[in-house]
Structure formats: structure tokens, C-alpha cells
């Protein structure tokens, strides 16, 4: 099992910017594909970014250009930093992790081993 545990959530006024963070443990692994994702309420849950072992990322193009993933493997974590953010981009933001999951179904939650139970990102207009 993998645990993931995520922080750096609040809250934020318009144009601000946030670091969130999600710390791997358990049976964990440098090769996993490692992912946030967001929910905002009444809605679906959103691909936001992917981070592949290899180092290619993949963002949604609402948030390309702003936010940027990253990951340290000897410290197992992975980061979404978030600029500029916008009222629209409050959700609950997951972390999660994939043993394997291909470019083409990246964005689909199914895909996706391991989740955490999510941290708020509250943007005030």
C-alpha cells in the first residue's frame, strides 16, 4: 500500500499563488506516475498535472502556463506550484499515484492506484 498525504492548501486572494505538497509513504515507488487532480463542489473530479519517473509532464490547458508539478524522488513528494490563481480554480485538490498509466487516459481517475484524501485551495476574488 501507498500512502499519500497532502498540505499547502488555503486560503489565497485572486493573483496570489500557493505550494502544495504530497508526501509518499509505504510501498512507494521513483517509478510511479504521480498526479494531482481537483474536485470543486457539484462537480467531477479534473485532471490538473501528471509527472512521469522519467521527468515529461503533462498539465490540463486551464492550467498550463501557471501551475507547475514537480516531484523529489529521494524525498518522496511531489508539488504543485499554483500562480496566478483565479476564484474559478477553488477546489479540493488530490494527490495521486499510478504504477503505470499511458499520455492517452492520464486524465481519467480510474487510472489512478492511490489517492489522498485531498487538501482545500480557497481563491477570494
Known amino acids: 500500500q501507498v500512502q499519500l498525504v497532502e498540505s499547502g492548501g488555503g486560503l489565497v486572494q485572486a493573483g496570489g499563488s500557493l505550494r502544495l505538497s504530497c508526501a509518499a509513504s509505504?510501498?512507494?515507488?521513483?517509478?510511479?506516475?504521480m498526479a494531482w487532480f481537483r474536485q470543486a463542489p457539484g462537480k467531477e473530479r479534473e485532471f490538473v498535472a501528471i509527472?512521469?519517473?522519467?521527468?515529461?509532464?503533462y498539465y490540463a490547458a486551464s492550467v498550463k502556463g501557471r501551475f507547475t508539478i514537480s516531484r523529489d524522488n529521494a524525498k518522496n513528494t511531489v508539488y504543485l506550484q499554483m500562480n496566478s490563481l483565479k476564484p474559478e480554480v477553488t477546489a479540493v485538490y488530490y494527490c495521486t499515484a499510478a504504477r503505470s498509466v499511458g499520455w492517452a487516459v492520464s486524465s481519467a481517475p480510474r487510472e489512478y492506484d492511490y489517492w489522498g484524501q485531498g487538501t482545500q485551495v480557497t481563491v477570494s476574488s
Open positions: 509527472s512521469w519517473s522519467g521527468g515529461i509532464t
Open positions: 509505504g510501498r512507494t515507488s521513483s517509478s510511479y506516475a
